[in-house]
């Protein structure tokens, strides 16, 4: 079983950033597809940005592109979010998934404010 958690939420001020951190068990971590996904305060969930296994492709929704990278290090078992240029609208719970052959795997997600 692929345990995901999310890590460097945190409060910020507008046009700031932050660095998230989704680390995930696996021998076989690399072959993962890997994404983050938001959920606003009483909102429904939102798709934010992926990454390939290979980390060769790269996908972003357009309310961050430009703004947002996301990466992976298969050496750490780790896929990073570094949000830059942060906004109010950005608050939400961020959640990491990994994508295996076998299924999907859901961290418990990392809290994002951003004040203004």
């Known amino acids: 079983q692929v345990q995901v958690v999310e890590s460097g939420g945190g409060l910020v001020q507008a046009g700031g950033s932050l660095r998230l951190s989704c680390a995930a068990s696996?021998?076989?971590?690399?072959?993962?597809?890997m994404g983050w996904f938001r959920q606003p305060p009483g909102k429904g969930q939102e798709f934010v940005a992926g990454?390939?296994?290979?980390?060769?492709?790269?996908y972003y929704a357009d309310s961050v592109k430009g703004r947002f990278t996301i990466s992976r290090d298969n050496t750490k078992n780790t896929v990073y979010l570094q949000m830059n240029s942060l906004k109010p609208e950005d608050t939400a719970v961020y959640y990491c998934?990994?994508?295996?052959?076998?299924?999907?795997?859901w961290g418990k997600g990392t809290l994002v404010t951003v004040s203004s």
């Open positions: 990454i390939s296994w290979s980390g060769l492709s790269t």
């Open positions: 696996g021998r076989t971590f690399r072959r993962y597809a």
């Open positions: 998934n990994a994508a295996t052959v076998l299924g999907s795997y």
